[in-house]
T-cell receptor, first 113, second 109 residues
Framework: DSGVTQTPKHLITATGQRVTLRCSPR?????VYWYQQSLDQGLQFLIQ???????AKGNILERFSAQQFPDLHSELNLSSLELGDSALYFC????????????FGPGTRLLVL | DAKTTQPTSMDCAEGRAANLPCNHS???????VYWYRQIHSQGPQYIIH???NNETNEMASLIITEDRKSSTLILPHATLRDTAVYYC??????????FGKGTKLTVNP
């Protein structure tokens, strides 16, 4: 158990819909990272927040957005969902912002029908 | 961040040491070598990391060559639960982890 929690574990929705994935980092960690794992793309970095501020951006679509709240939990919002958004979404956290070990949560499996 | 090359798959007998190689010939001086594994579709699990010296923890040992162009992850007594995809990642100048395809390790009874 890494100490990172993610909800929900599974999510089934329809194309065009909007969903919110939630992540709670390990106690004391200030950074939260979001990654997407699909069958054809592998594990890809989406975005990082550090202490409430966006710090780094990866291949995140404009339909996707994230935020980190004062209590340091983070939410990833996916809108106008397409079939290709079906994937595993992982959250990771680390103590600091830069050269830090990242610890991953169990993931949310999203299925878009 | 430097790229890494790993074998696609490896097999190991239960109870024996599993030695997983990784090439990172373009690694820079300030880049660390990280190892993660992913069991089935669970979240990636951190194993170990190092800069230039060999490292050991309760899970594994990491051997980094003197020129830092390659490394080996050693699981000293592999069990069936060590069957997973193992990722070698070089990380330095960016916040993100860049995952390749990794090595699928199968531990056989």
């Amino acid at each position: 158990d890494s100490g990172v929690t993610q909800t929900p574990k599974h999510l089934i929705t329809a194309t065009g819909q909007r969903v919110t994935l939630r992540c709670s980092p390990r106690s004391g960690d200030l950074s939260v990272y979001w990654y997407q794992q699909s069958l054809d793309q592998g594990l890809q970095f989406l975005i990082q927040y550090y202490n409430g501020e966006e710090r780094a951006k990866g291949n995140i679509l404009e339909r996707f957005s994230a935020q980190q709240f004062p209590d340091l939990h983070s939410e990833l919002n996916l809108s106008s969902l397409e079939l290709g958004d079906s994937a595993l979404y992982f959250c990771a956290s680390s103590e600091g912002a830069y050269q830090e070990t990242q610890y991953f949560g169990p993931g949310t499996r999203l299925l878009v029908l | 961040d430097a790229k890494t090359t790993q074998p696609t798959s490896m097999d190991c007998a239960e109870g024996r040491a599993a030695n997983l190689p990784c090439n990172h010939s373009t690694i820079s001086g300030n880049e660390y070598v990280y190892w993660y594994r992913q069991i089935h579709s669970q979240g990636p699990q951190y194993i170990i990391h190092g800069l230039k010296n060999n490292e050991t923890n309760e899970m594994a040992s990491l051997i980094i060559t003197e020129d830092r162009k390659s490394s080996t992850l050693i699981l000293p007594h592999a069990t069936l639960r060590d069957t997973a995809v193992y990722y070698c990642i070089v990380k330095g100048g960016s916040e993100k982890l860049v995952f390749g395809k990794g090595t699928k390790l199968t531990v056989n009874p």
